[in-house]
């Protein structure tokens, strides 16, 4: 008996000493930290509210401002920003609107109705090269007299007149109104682009080919412009087809699609009277004289008359 409770106790104490082993063992664990999950970043980006065809002005109503997780370069963030702009190539709903998915340059800059023309200018007919983007200018342009005036030529006289007035420089050199790229270091500049309303491209190309241009700087604040509705119609190359509505005016497209010819241009065409008047006549040739020959045959009752390089006789 005495021997069992020794053995009890003998168990009891090892147990004993296991269960201080476990808790000294969990009391030196490291106390479990919860884990929150991480918060996923987001982005205010402008998306497409619906398919954005190509071509077509953007509205702040086809956009919309949505978060999103990643930030795409050349994302917007307002929809104020892309009120105007002009999409090159369709852009599809709920997608984000990037700025190389949009119009740009010279494009954004150039007016409905007017097209981007370059011209070639040079030191002496470009205000010296000091033109500069968004200047004002107004376009003169010279002809020469064709000397052919009379064989079918298309220039009367020689002349110099104002083309278009008020005409805005896109760009000079290489440089243009946003910075796209800085001027020419050397000054020597070559061409210029001007923002030209469809219509007046004939006229504009037309000068330019068969005279000289001079574009003259004015000041911005100038309203003074052409009176177009003093000046005399130039007829079309082409004819338009008559329709039920030929009372109204042409547009500018098809009036640049019927075009001008350089003796309408030149006034040429429609001076009329006055401007045969006003040209110079042209030299006279004077006949070769006639000489009259001794008859040298005595048998022949006459003389011989030798007119230019034709000879006959003529009795007396």
Do not use: C
Not at 10 to 19: C, K
Not at 153 to 161: L, N, S, Y
Not at 247 to 268: F, I, K, M, Q, Y
Not at 273 to 279: L, P
């Amino acid at each position: 008996m005495p021997n069992l409770t020794k053995i009890l106790a003998g168990v009891l104490i090892a147990v004993a000493l296991v269960l201080g082993l476990f808790a000294w063992s969990l009391s030196r664990r490291p106390a479990l930290v919860a884990v929150t999950p991480a918060t996923q970043a987001s982005f205010r980006v402008v998306v497409a509210t619906h398919t954005l065809p190509a071509g077509k002005a953007i509205t702040v109503d086809d956009v919309r401002v949505q978060s999103l997780p990643i930030n795409p370069n050349g994302a917007f963030t307002d929809p104020a920003q892309l009120a105007g702009r002009v999409p090159n190539a369709e852009i599809g709903a709920e997608s984000p609107v990037l700025e190389s998915q949009l119009s740009s340059g010279l494009a954004e800059r150039v007016e409905p109705g007017e097209r981007a023309l370059a011209v070639r200018v040079d030191e002496g007919n470009a205000v010296a090269n000091r033109l500069r983007p968004g200047n004002f200018v107004d376009v003169f342009f010279t002809l020469k007299r064709d000397a052919s005036i009379g064989n079918g030529g298309e220039i009367d006289r020689t002349q110099a007149r104002l083309l278009m007035s008020k005409v805005r420089v896109l760009a000079f050199g290489n440089a243009t109104a946003s910075g796209d790229s800085a001027g020419d270091p050397n000054g020597m500049v070559r061409t210029a682009v001007l923002a030209v309303p469809v219509a007046d491209i004939d006229r504009l190309t037309l000068a330019e080919s068969a005279g000289r241009l001079i574009f003259a700087l004015r000041n911005p604040k100038d309203p003074e412009v052409i009176d177009q509705s003093v000046l005399p119609a130039y007829p079309g190359v082409l004819k338009t087809a008559a329709h039920a509505g030929a009372a109204e005016p042409l547009r500018d497209s098809t009036r640049a699609a019927v075009g001008v010819a350089l003796d309408s241009l030149s006034g040429t065409a429609n001076a009329g009277g006055a401007s045969a008047a006003a040209r110079p006549p042209l030299p006279h040739m004077p006949l070769p004289p006639t000489r009259v020959a001794g008859n040298t045959n005595s048998t022949k009752s006459g003389i011989e008359v030798i007119r230019g390089g034709r000879a006959e006789t003529v009795a007396w």
